[in-house]
């Protein structure tokens, strides 16, 4: 079988394709064929070297495939069964812990750019009964680091107001869930070809952050306050986040596109009583629940562009250029 491998010091040039025997399962494991996978930040991260990786470590974090067989202990699943894996392969559910977020797949564990690799049992989801395996493959971190910052930690209710910002992969899923639930969705861009596609999927009202220095201070004039803003940028993003979320509002700390460190003014967090959660993606529990969800109300991604096996490189420098909007996607087989 093949398998991708990170060699140090990483980089795409040291993003190499190695042929393996096919692993067989122990007793709680489940051979999975893999069919697909997609492009996340962090698997960005790992796959130009900025992650450090232990060398030899399978990249990407989101799977979507087929279980081919399984342990002689494994009850959930028998083959042809079509699962997803986990971003945490060990959190099943409670609360996040040191212990249960150790591992990360494509990180400190090895992830699913492979053909076939072995998996617990437990380290798996059913994909929704609706979706291809190309869709199912962008569940695993976008969707539900969404589904979790709007859901769980920000307990959204119909006719709540929701701030997304930019079209990655996240930030489509949270307006898609969020229009589902009921909420009143803004949006931002720098594009104005982007920005008619967010109204068209449903975002109510949309800014140009480019042309608009203090597009937080805007919405907020706009809207009276966000109840639920999930920001994306860190540094570049998060002084406008906080002067668009309301009083008693919720504010996500989801990603660091534009930065790892940023200058927080406390008063108006303490003065307007703003609740912020930094979180990372989510447990099975969660992933179970969210795709539930999005069965029973036919929320399917928004796909951009697919790659064969043997072009992963090629798709990171396309998710470098930030022309995407939506999921790349690896297709494994036709």
């Known amino acids: 079988m093949k398998t991708y491998q ?19 399962p122990n007793s709680s494991e489940v051979l999975v064929r893999w069919h697909a996978t997609s492009l996340n930040f962090h698997d960005y991260l790992v796959g130009v070297g900025g992650i450090p990786v232990a060398d030899g470590r ?22 042809g069964d079509k699962v997803m894996s986990l971003f945490f392969p060990n959190w099943i559910n409670g609360k996040p812990t040191t212990e249960n977020t150790l591992d990360i797949s494509g990180d400190t564990a090895d992830g699913f750019a492979s053909e076939y690799s072995c998996v617990n049992e437990e380290a798996l989801t059913r994909m929704p ?3 291809s395996f190309e869709e199912a493959a962008t569940l695993p971190c976008a ?25 990655g992969g996240m930030s489509i899923f949270a307006l898609q869930i969020a229009k589902a ?3 009143y969705v803004y949006a931002t861009s720098s594009s104005e070809e982007k920005m008619a596609r967010l109204k ?39 002084k406008h986040s906080i002067d668009a979320v309301a009083t008693g509002g919720h504010l996500a700390l989801i990603g660091v596109l534009g930065g790892t460190t940023a200058e927080i003014d406390m008063v108006p967090l303490i003065l307007r009583h703003i609740k912020i959660s930094g979180l990372a993606v989510g447990s099975r529990e969660m992933q179970n629940k969210m795709v539930a969800a999005l069965e029973v109300n036919n929320i399917h991604p928004v796909l951009d562009k697919s790659f064969k096996f043997n072009e992963l490189g090629q798709a990171f420098e396309y998710q470098s250029s930030g022309s995407h909007f939506g999921k790349i996607t690896i297709k494994y087989v036709d």
């Not at 140090?8 to 190695?18: F, S, T």
């Not at 399978?58 to 083959?79: H, I, K, R």
């Not at 203090?214 to 639920?228: F, Q, Y």
């Open 143 to 167: 969707a539900l680091t969404a589904w979790r910052a709007l859901m769980v930690e920000g307990k959204l209710q119909a006719g709540d107001s929701v701030l997304v910002q930019g079209t």
């Open 129 to 131: 009964s609706n979706y």
């Open 200 to 238: 068209e999927l449903g975002a109510d009202e949309v800014f140009n952050y480019r042309t608009d220095a203090d597009w937080g201070k805007t919405i907020a004039e706009r809207s009276g306050g966000v109840d639920h803003v999930l920001d994306v940028g860190a540094s570049a993003t998060l």
């Open 181 to 183: 639930a009921g909420a």
């Open 6 to 24: 990170v060699t140090q010091p990483g980089g795409l040039n040291n993003l190499n394709i190695v042929d393996q025997d096919m692993p067989q």
């Open 58 to 79: 399978v990249p990407m974090s989101d799977g979507a495939g087929e279980v081919v067989s399984v342990g002689a202990d494994v009850t959930e699943w028998q083959p």
